[in-house]
């Protein structure tokens, strides 16, 4: 689907989440080392409930957010709200988001399903091979790449570490995003009335950390409201969504 005009930009903070519930640790959902080819690789799907061509690509996503060597990320935009169906998930931040990438991107519109591969192209996500093939891209683009090191203390404070990075005096972005792991919801309207969707990773906050200028650095970010169900990823990108430079993921595991 095809977006309608363009909206003025707003804060990248999306909806908070209720208080932790059940105790849990974190285990690193990407173990690769710092700074090395392994990735993770960043893939950004921009999607709403509102529309019908979409659960495909959700369900894809879903698949995508099992491997070690990707960060995916849902983000639901709110332009197709008034179609019937208000999307519980979306907001105008995550819809300035996605133009902003289309803006970069040189894109004409923005649309639903998109999958943003590593903030360097971009596709519906309804075709795989499409996708890893933009991936592969990524690869060959960031060989090395500075992926942040995450870790999560018993205060609820979330550590992101980054080694010094050679930014050739481009500076990058570091964002935070804390994520629902997945949504089942029945659509009681609109184009998907009558199905149940499944959606994964929905980003639930979101929030720039800090420009950054490639010196080993580190900050803490409060994840006190992180629940069991819940994740959170790191994504480090040149500045003004540019093309992602290196990203990392931490996932609740059940204690004991």
Not at 126 to 155: H, Y
Not at 205 to 217: C, I, K, Q
Request: charge should be positive; charged fraction near 25%; include cysteine.
């Amino acid at each position: 689907m095809t977006s309608p005009g363009l909206s003025r930009r707003r804060s990248l903070l999306l909806g908070g989440v209720a208080a932790a519930g059940a105790a849990f640790t974190m285990a690193p959902a990407g173990a690769n080392p710092r700074n090395t080819a392994e990735g993770p690789w960043a893939v950004e799907l921009f999607t709403s409930q509102g529309c019908n061509s979409c659960p495909p690509a959700d369900v894809y996503l879903g698949s995508l957010a099992k491997r070690p060597d990707i960060v995916a990320l849902s983000f639901h935009i709110d332009y197709w709200d008034y179609i019937g169906w208000k999307d519980p998930f979306a907001s105008r931040a995550t819809t300035d988001r996605q133009r902003a990438y289309a803006r970069v991107l040189k894109q004409r519109y923005v649309y639903t399903p998109e999958m943003v591969i590593d903030g360097i192209g971009h596709d519906t996500g309804r075709d795989r091979g499409k996708i890893e093939a933009l991936l592969g891209e990524a690869q060959r683009r960031s060989p090395r790449r500075a992926t942040p090191e995450l870790t999560r203390g018993s205060d609820g404070r979330l550590a992101v570490r980054l080694a010094a990075f050679p930014l050739d005096g481009e500076p990058a972005d570091v964002a935070f995003a804390l994520y629902d792991r997945r949504h089942s919801t029945p659509v009681a309207s609109g184009e998907n009335q009558g199905r149940m969707l499944d959606n994964f990773n929905v980003v639930r906050r979101f929030e720039v950390l800090t420009r950054w200028d490639g010196a080993a650095a580190s900050w803490s970010v409060d994840t006190a409201d992180l629940q069991q169900g819940q994740g959170v990823a790191v994504i480090v990108q040149r500045a003004d969504h540019g093309p992602v430079i290196g990203c990392n993921k931490l996932e609740p595991m059940v204690s004991g």
